[in-house]
């Protein structure tokens, strides 16, 4: 597709300096106000590009449609990416620089010299030779996850409206908030949608698509101690705060644990602690790829808090599972013709086709249980949630005709 006119470069650089950061600890929705900012830029670059139907709604959604182009009936696709950033690192006053013509140097980011991104860590800038690398200052994440994605999307749209050969069905458009903070599909209107098969764009390197990610639970353990004045303690205070150490120090360390664990196997993890003596929280994320094995890890880790709790006798504990999401794998697989046309089209863009699985989870794993099955797609994203975050432009080309090629695989089949 090398004869058609992108623009990708221009909307990425333009996107990034937009801050969308979400916030966990926020109760609205979108969970930042600032989200909106983007959204809205959004709406008018659609709505310019001779796009009819377009929304911004209350939650932030974005809603676009591609009428068909052409004379018989095919399932309608989704084009699906998120806006917000992530909270990891700071997404305020970001600068893009690119690092045009790439030759495999080490690239030191201006505002933070020890901030290297290198061939040594990235091995993935060995395959970026002759490319166009965009990073950050080095005070910042870059937002390349998901404004990548985001770019391609709308770099794809601007294919799709400026060359009416290329042949596709109804698209429609859908862009998110919040799915840094696991909330990215909480209002989607589904009847609205009205998709038939969807597509996040947010994944890594080129060529690169997953059809399962993690399934996914929380949990949400209560300590209760017995409180006492600690000048009168003996023999009566169980300090909620030591017992939730000893919980934590006795989790397994050489396996079910971020740290150790790797490809198909899953993890516990605690992610937030907050407490005093009388009462304390432990937050824990539960993962595993086969959704069963689930109840088994919060089954053991149950094990374990009783355990501790048997050294107290006066202290009680709450154990609350609550599902997060879930593989989507269990609903692509039912629908083979997806990976089929996905493989076909990464072919038609140049590219060898490499599914993977995702150790995580996108909005993707939710909506296919929501009734849309939802893969995930490449954009070149790299060093996410981090100042050492980077994309080359080529690769978000790569998957704007990726897509363009993939509504084309369903309108000619």
Known sequence: MSHFQHSAKERFLRYVQVDTQADPFSNTFPSTEKQFDLSRILVEELQAMGIEEVELDEYGYVYATIPSNVDKEVPTLCFCSHVDTSPDASGTGVKPIIHENYQGQDIALPDDSGIVISPKNFPYLRKQIGNDIITASGTT????????????????????????????????????????????????????????????????????????????????????????????????????????????????????????????????H????????????????????????????????????????????????????????????????????????????????????????????????????????????????QGIHSKYEWVALQDIEKASETIVYLAAEWAQS
């Open 141 to 268: 994440l870059l937002g390349a996850d998901d404004k990548a994605g985001v770019t391609a999307i709308m770099n794809a749209v601007y294919l799709w409206m400026n060359s009416p050969v290329i042949p596709h069905g109804k698209i429609r458009i859908l862009f998110t908030p919040d799915e840094e903070i696991g909330r990215g599909v909480n209002h989607v209107d589904m009847e609205k949608l009205g998709a038939d098969f969807g597509f996040t764009l947010d994944g890594g390197e080129r060529g690169t698509f997953e059809d399962q990610t993690f399934s996914a639970d929380g949990v949400h353990l209560t300590i209760h101690g017995l409180s006492a004045h600690p000048g009168y303690a003996k023999g009566k205070m169980e300090n909620a705060l030591k017992i939730a150490g000893e919980v934590l120090a006795a989790l397994p360390k050489e396996r079910l644990s971020p740290e150790v664990t790797e490809g198909m196997q899953g993890f516990v």
């Open 270 to 381: 605690p992610v937030h602690v907050e407490g005093i003596g009388e009462k304390t929280v432990i937050q824990f994320i539960i993962r595993d790829f086969d959704t069963a094995k689930l109840k088994v890890h919060e089954d053991e880790l149950e094990a374990i808090v009783k355990k501790v709790l048997n050294n107290y006798p006066g202290s009680t504990y709450e154990f609350v599972v609550k599902e997060q999401y879930r593989n989507m794998k269990e609903v692509v697989d039912q629908h083979p013709e997806i990976v089929q046309n996905i493989e076909a089209a990464i072919r038609r863009a140049g590219l060898d086709p490499v599914k993977g699985a995702i150790r995580g989870g996108t909005d993707g794993s939710r909506l296919s249980f929501m009734g849309l099955p939802c893969p995930n797609i490449f954009t070149g994203m």
